[in-house]
């Protein structure tokens, strides 16, 4: 099965940046549809964005939109999530996950997943 870990997470301040990676191994994760979660306290974990090659396409959680941008190192097999504009709602936990079929943002739709990476966004 497709491992991934994350980091890159941090402390921010309001308005801030941050860059997460998602670092693969055992797979070429190139291959693979890559959708980035969240999940702050006493939420459940929710749909940020979800990229799948094959169908050149990016969907969007709407509280990202034109904010967050994903892209693909494929010679590091590593996915990067690029946070702008960072909100002190955007504070949670962030993992990102793998599945081989088409994009989605439910959760119960993807089985492989890294440990997750804590953003904090607070001045």
């Known amino acids: 099965q497709l491992q991934l870990v994350e980091s890159g997470g941090g402390l921010v301040q309001p308005g801030g940046s941050l860059r997460l990676s998602c670092a693969a191994s055992?797979?070429?994760?190139?291959?693979?549809?890559i959708g980035w979660f969240r999940q702050a306290p006493g939420k459940e974990r929710e749909g940020v964005l979800c990229s799948r090659n094959t169908e050149g396409r990016t969907y969007y959680a709407d509280f990202v939109k034109g904010r967050f941008t994903i892209s693909r190192d494929n010679a590091n097999n590593t996915v990067y999530l690029q946070m702008n504009s960072l909100k002190p709602e955007d504070t949670a936990v962030y993992y990102c996950?793998?599945?081989?079929?088409?994009?989605?943002?439910?959760?119960?739709?993807?089985?492989?997943w890294g440990q997750g990476t804590q953003v904090t966004v607070s001045s």
């Open positions: 996950a793998a599945r081989r079929t088409y994009c989605s943002l439910s959760r119960s739709d993807f089985s492989s």
């Open positions: 055992r797979f070429t994760l190139d291959y693979y549809t």
